[in-house]
């Protein structure tokens, strides 16, 4: 007998590293189109910025010896950037194999499951390290500015390296955790910022380094760089550990399953309050409108219920800021506007999410084509599918009018303000449930249709503050104000400037201006709302006028005779008898 | 005239052809097996026919109804079932086809009578509370047939209605489809099952690399593609000059004799099973077994085709 038996040997962990799975992700990622217009943008973005941070508002020759300036502006940005870019690739790198039913594939061979987690962090850090290598250039250019030092340049490097390696290492961790590339995304972004809470953050250890830091802060940085790397480390393993059991997890909505939590404890509650029942959801089957009903009864995000926690929520947090700014002596519109802001960016967030995937998610799950060969009309099917998306906005208006009616109640009443901030509430709160309705009739996938939808609202909002910038160092341009009024069609400045009690942001030599010109102001502020509102016309029209088209399916010809036996295609006469009777029943 | 026209349809996704020119007729009441290798274009000419996909030529007509141009009426008259079965994992049985007998306008007071009977010609009843992605694949196929039959449509599309069923599940869908069939439903049906297409269909369409090889009945293709079917049968009395008198049948094209039974090979068209029989009772043969072979028509798509796809 031999003493080892093949199936009881023992791969050496060496021969692990030759990495098969990171070379099939590496040359799958060099097949995809997608890759280069990724480091596409992301040169687009850094280069734009980047020129933007060294060309400044002054010569260059002026700027001599500021480069430290310069030089932290572009490491931040690139800090931004792998916050941005990172998780959108990495978060994907075992879920997408989940998702496709091919991780079992990947069990069932030699590879451990620590070399699979190992060789797919590798896979979305190398190109990410690849990104980094593109602005290098500009660091150098900073760098000859003068005013930084090696040690500093070096210490950029190796954090932004770091962090690089922290967000990988996360997102594959959160990957290997969640059942979908959604979850994993949003999840990412969860223990990062839980991280960040603990000061496990690469940029803040940047600050510190480069601010010339000695005696117990600088150790405290080296701790803290320790401490990320074995976070990082950390993540890793418990990737490792986890893969094999969390390889097959049932499909789930989370946010669901935690209303349903919330829903058996209120009812286990109401044993105690004797069965109070405040929101009733209604009807227990659909009557006219099918869809409609399903995306309101069956929804997180469209059951009545479920949406008067979500209002209670942000209630709740508008009442306690406009208690405390009412407690306050010196009244204070900033903490409403800032409360006002963040509520503006939760809303695009749930619209984008919740509007992009109505459709996008009945194509991922296949159920799109059997309501596709039913008789409702394409236009019906969009307008019914937003009915949850509707309830939401509605709910969100309340929130919205709430703090609308505290900021006046702080400020005396003007009708004006009252009148264009609700407006501006409704036009751009349904310009992203539509816009994002329109890119997820585009897409297949509901994570891209979410990332794009996103992606579509920040360029909308930032574009025009970038064009501020860029065409600010144009002389001529700058004397005509055409910057500024560019800078004005943002969103951003629009509901800024509607704060700033319909004051327009003005920039001259280097100062800040607001021009308050009352009521007059608020007409110019109408006018642009009246744009948007243009637009947002436009959206909903061509989905609605095209909504066979990009559903996918054959439209009605409208230069069709009415009775389709008598168009060509119903040959004999007798049989035209027959299905004539058919279609006058049924069209 | 036919109850569904086919005449030349062309589909191309970008440069690729999937569908060059086919034309097939499926008359009232007929079961017609579409046949053909994966990327063939089967499902492509039923989405055709789903009005989910316009056709870059041809004319697609179903019951005289020009399909592109008046899809709405057209959806009335159909049942599609696509190959995957997509399942809205937050309703149950009943919920799910009470959404689409909303969907397809049923009045309310007619509803539950109408998803009462398919539940019960599903073998769905009991399971009608039960959520749909806690039901086996078989059981969701079931619920599918139930869905497209909520309208009482006059074709049923369906592609692959029996992918990835155990042959408990497939048995049952084929017993289904059987019953649809004495309704007097037009259906038309994809599959790569070939024998159970054999037992179902009454005519069939076998298509290859976007064109299609042949339409017609069972007995027309094997005909003129010069098939043998087999017999196989069990004479108490065999003797030699029973087997001379066998082998001198016309249409016989050959008598084999093993351990336990002859095997008769007949010559499709010339000689039915039926006639067979009577000629071996005249010869004063008893006979204690007598089974026709389902026609082989695995051997006639292997003979049509070439393992080629579009």
Redesign the interface.
């Given at each position: 007998m031999t003493s080892s038996h093949p199936i009881t040997e023992r791969i050496p962990w060496w021969r692990h590293l030759s990495f098969p799975l990171l070379v099939k992700e590496l040359t799958e990622q060099a097949n995809r189109r997608r890759t280069y217009v990724v480091r596409f943008l992301y040169a687009a973005v850094l280069f734009a910025l980047g020129v933007l941070a060294i060309s400044g508002d002054a010569s260059g020759n002026v700027r001599l010896g500021a480069g430290q300036e310069i030089f932290h502006n572009l490491v931040q940005l690139q800090f931004w950037l792998i916050l941005i870019f990172l998780p959108a690739t990495a978060s994907g790198a075992l879920t997408i194999e989940k998702e496709r039913d091919t991780l079992s594939l990947l069990l069932i061979t030699t590879i451990p499951p620590w070399s699979i987690v190992l060789q797919k962090f590798l896979s979305r850090l190398l190109p990410m390290l690849s990104f980094l290598l593109l602005g290098f250039p500009l660091l150098a250019v900073a760098y000859s500015y003068g005013g930084v030092g090696t040690t500093e340049l070096l210490a950029a490097i190796g954090l932004l390296m770091l962090f690089a390696v922290q967000v990988a290492a996360v997102a594959v961790f959160c990957s290997v955790f969640s059942r979908t590339t959604g979850e994993a995304f949003i999840s990412t972004y969860l223990v990062l910022a839980g991280m960040a809470a603990f000061d496990i953050w690469p940029m803040t250890q940047f600050a510190t380094l480069s601010s010339g830091a000695i005696g117990i802060a600088l150790a405290r940085a080296r701790i803290r760089i320790l401490m990320t790397l074995g976070a990082s480390a950390i993540c890793l393993l418990l990737g490792s550990l986890l893969l094999e059991r969390r390889a097959f997890l049932p499909p789930r909505n989370l946010l669901l399953q935690l209303f349903r939590r919330l829903d058996r404890f209120y009812e286990g509650m109401n044993q105690v309050t004797g069965g109070i029942v405040l929101v009733n959801d209604g009807n227990e089957l659909p009557e006219e409108k099918p869809i409609a009903w399903r995306e309101t009864s069956k929804k997180s995000l469209g059951t009545v219920r479920y949406l008067f926690r979500v209002l209670t929520v942000l209630e709740v947090s508008i009442l306690c800021v406009a208690a405390w700014v009412n407690l306050n002596t010196v009244s204070q519109r900033n903490e409403m506007s800032q409360l006002l802001f963040i509520l503006w960016v939760v809303s695009a967030t749930m619209l984008c999410v919740h509007a992009s995937g109505v459709i996008a998610s009945e194509r991922s799950h296949q159920t799109l084509d059997p309501l596709l060969t039913t008789p409702l009309t394409g236009a019906d099917i969009l307008l019914q599918k937003l009915a949850g998306v509707r309830r939401l906005i509605f709910v969100l208006l309340i929130s919205f009018a709430s703090i609308y009616g505290f900021q006046t109640w702080f400020q005396g009443f003007d009708f004006g303000y009252a009148l264009v901030s609700f407006a501006s509430a409704v036009i751009f709160l349904w310009l992203i449930a539509w816009g994002a309705l329109w890119i997820g009739l585009r897409l297949n996938s509901p994570m891209k249709a979410v990332l794009t939808s996103m992606i579509a609202v920040v360029l909308v909002c930032a574009v025009p503050l970038v064009l501020e910038s860029l065409l600010g160092r144009i002389s001529v341009l700058d004397e005509l104000s055409i910057p500024q009024i560019i800078s004005n069609v943002s969103p951003v400045r629009i509901i800024q400037g509607i704060e700033a009690e319909g004051r327009f942001r003005f920039i001259r030599d280097n100062r800040l201006f607001f021009v308050n010109r009352g009521y007059i102001t608020y007409l110019v502020l109408s006018g642009l709302l009246l744009i948007y509102g243009l637009l947002l016309w436009l959206i909903r029209s061509n989905c609605l006028k095209n909504a066979d088209v990009l559903l996918q399916r054959i439209p009605e010809d409208s230069n069709a005779p009415i009775n389709p036996m008598t168009a060509k295609g119903a040959a004999t006469s007798d049989h035209i008898s027959d299905a004539e009777q058919l279609a006058s029943a049924s069209v | 005239?036919s109850f569904v026209?086919i005449e030349g349809l062309s589909v191309s996704y970008g440069k690729v052809h999937a569908v060059r020119g086919i034309s097939f007729e499926i008359p009232q009441g007929e079961v017609f097996g579409f046949i053909g290798p994966n990327g063939a274009g089967k499902s492509t000419t039923i989405?055709v026919l789903?009005?989910?996909?316009?056709p870059d030529s041809g004319?697609v007509?179903i019951?005289?109804?020009?399909?592109?141009?008046?899809?709405?009426?057209i959806?009335?008259?159909?049942g599609?079932?696509?190959d995957?079965?997509?399942?809205?994992?937050?309703?149950t049985a009943a919920?799910y086809l009470?959404?689409?007998a909303?969907?397809?306008?049923i009045p309310?007071s007619r509803r539950d009578s109408t998803i009462g009977d398919v539940l019960a010609l599903t073998d769905l009843t009991e399971k009608a509370q039960a959520p749909v992605?806690s039901l086996s694949r078989g059981m969701k196929q079931r619920l599918?047939l139930a869905?497209v039959l909520l309208h009482d449509p006059?074709l049923l599309l369906l592609d692959e209605p029996a992918s990835g069923l155990d042959p408990r599940a497939r048995i049952e869908v084929r017993e289904l489809l059987k019953a649809l069939q004495g309704m007097g439903k037009t259906i038309l049906i994809s599959s790569h099952i070939l024998h159970e297409l054999a037992q179902l269909c009454t005519r069939i369409g076998i298509i290859e690399a976007g064109q299609l090889v042949t339409a017609g009945s069972l007995e027309e293709i094997y005909a003129s593609l010069g098939l043998l079917q087999v017999v196989h049968t069990q004479i108490l009395n065999l003797s030699d000059e029973l087997l001379t008198k066998l082998r001198a049948t016309p249409g016989v094209a050959r008598v084999d004799t093993q351990v336990d039974r002859v095997s008769i090979q007949m010559r499709a068209g010339e000689l039915t099973a039926e006639d067979l029989l009577d000629t071996i009772h005249s010869h004063g043969a008893r006979i204690r077994m007598f089974q026709p072979e389902a026609m082989d028509m695995e051997t006639a798509f292997m003979k049509l085709t070439e393992g080629k796809t579009a």
């Open positions: - | 005239m026209q989405k789903a009005t989910l996909l316009k004319h007509s019951d005289g109804i020009d399909v592109p141009k008046y899809p709405m009426a959806r009335r008259r159909i599609y079932m696509p995957f079965f997509g399942v809205y994992e937050d309703l919920e009470h959404f689409y909303a969907a397809f306008q309310r992605d599918a869905r006059d």
